[in-house]
Nanobody
Framework: QVQLVESGGGWVQPGGSLRLSCAVSGGGLRINGMEWYRQAPGKQREAVASINTGGTNYSDSVKGRFTISRDNAKNTAYLEMSSLEPEDTAVYIC?????????????WGLGTQVTVSS
């Protein structure tokens, strides 16, 4: 079974920074891509950033402020968030997809709360 655990969320003032982590566990993994989404109360889930063999992509709302990276040896993705705004307040959720023992997987974490307020 593939499990994803996010960490690093919390409260930060506008203009501040946070670093989120997403650790993937489960033997025999070959992770093709990892993505970050966010969901604010009363709003639809929004894709924020992705990283795969083709490179990285960002939503227009975070481009230039957020950076996604990945440590393949640790099966972990990171989301560096800077110049945070109250509009960035949401639950941030990680997704990973690829193969485990040659069987395709597409798994999600439970999320970590990010709150930006003064």
């Amino acid at each position: 079974q593939v499990q994803l655990v996010e960490s690093g969320g919390g409260w930060v003032q506008p203009g501040g920074s946070l670093r989120l982590s997403c650790a993937v566990s489960g033997g025999g993994l070959r992770i093709n891509g990892m993505e970050w989404y966010r969901q604010a109360p009363g709003k639809q889930r929004e894709a924020v950033a992705s990283i795969n063999t083709g490179g990285t992509n960002y939503s227009d709302s975070v481009k230039g402020r957020f950076t996604i990276s990945r440590d393949n040896a640790k099966n972990t993705a990171y989301l560096e968030m800077s110049s945070l705004e109250p509009e960035d307040t949401a639950v941030y959720i990680c997704r990973a997809y690829g193969f485990r023992f040659s069987i395709r997987f597409d798994s999600w974490g439970l999320g970590t709360q990010v709150t930006v307020s003064s």
